[in-house]
């Protein structure tokens, strides 16, 4: 019996999104939520049978999962769930930082009073679901809180590009926000963030993001069990 098998819901087609999106996202969540292990085999006539379709979205999701960094495919041995290294921790937190502090600095700078509005119930919302345990309202929260964010920087190209590396980073996110503790302090960190941009302070906000993803690398980092020297 292939180990692969029981492990994911038949796709259920009820939006408009292209059958190998849907198979991207719902393999995409599993790699995510520690589904299927880094190093573990993915092959795609299994995944088909278990998600009832056909092997053509599959090959399709799976190389769209490759562009982002979700796996890894090695030729002639097939397509295996990509480990994730120190280097590859580093290099990602080296330009999320980047782009996160342009972003809040450019927010305090051309932000409009709504959204500062929105970022403050934003909190309220985030830490009301926090103390329901409701991680999925938290993380559909914090998307949005983010998403407003990246819009006050007014910069179209800045937010393009925090799109694009968002998929890869969520895997990140997720891990590193599961350490004991981090996400109140992620909150906190949040809750810093607005206060800087709301007081039109580039360079402070600027700051509280460096050191946001700062923490955020070192809470991930220490959930792999790894010392970054």
Not at 159 to 181: A, D, Y
Request: hydrophobic share 40%.
């Amino acid at each position: 019996m292939n180990k692969d098998l029981g492990r994911l819901q038949p796709i259920v087609l009820n939006s408009y999104k292209p059958l190998r999106e849907v198979v991207c996202e719902t393999l995409r969540q599993a790699i995510r939520d520690g589904v299927f292990k880094p190093g573990e085999r993915l092959m795609e006539v299994p995944l088909a049978e278990e998600l009832g379709v056909s092997r053509t979205p599959v090959r399709e999701a799976i190389r769209k999962l490759e562009l982002e960094g979700f796996v890894v495919m090695i030729p002639h041995r097939g397509t295996y769930v990509a480990d994730i290294s120190l280097k590859d921790v580093t290099q990602v937190f080296e330009i999320r930082s980047a782009l996160e502090e342009l972003a809040a600095q450019l927010a305090a700078e051309r932000i409009t009073p709504d959204e500062i509005e929105f970022l403050e119930r934003m909190l309220v919302e985030i830490g009301t679901f926090m103390e329901e345990k409701n991680m999925d309202k938290v993380v559909e929260a914090d998307v949005n809180f983010h998403e407003v964010l990246y819009k006050a920087s007014r910069n179209e190209r800045l937010v393009e590009i925090i799109h694009n590396l968002r998929e890869q980073t969520l895997r990140f996110r997720t891990m590193s926000m599961n350490q004991p503790g981090r996400l109140v302090k992620t909150w906190e960190e949040h809750r810093l963030l607005v206060e800087a941009i709301a007081e039109r302070n580039p360079a402070q906000a600027r700051e509280i993001a460096r050191l946001h993803m700062e923490h955020s690398e070192q809470a991930l980092l220490k959930g792999m069990n790894i010392d970054k020297q």
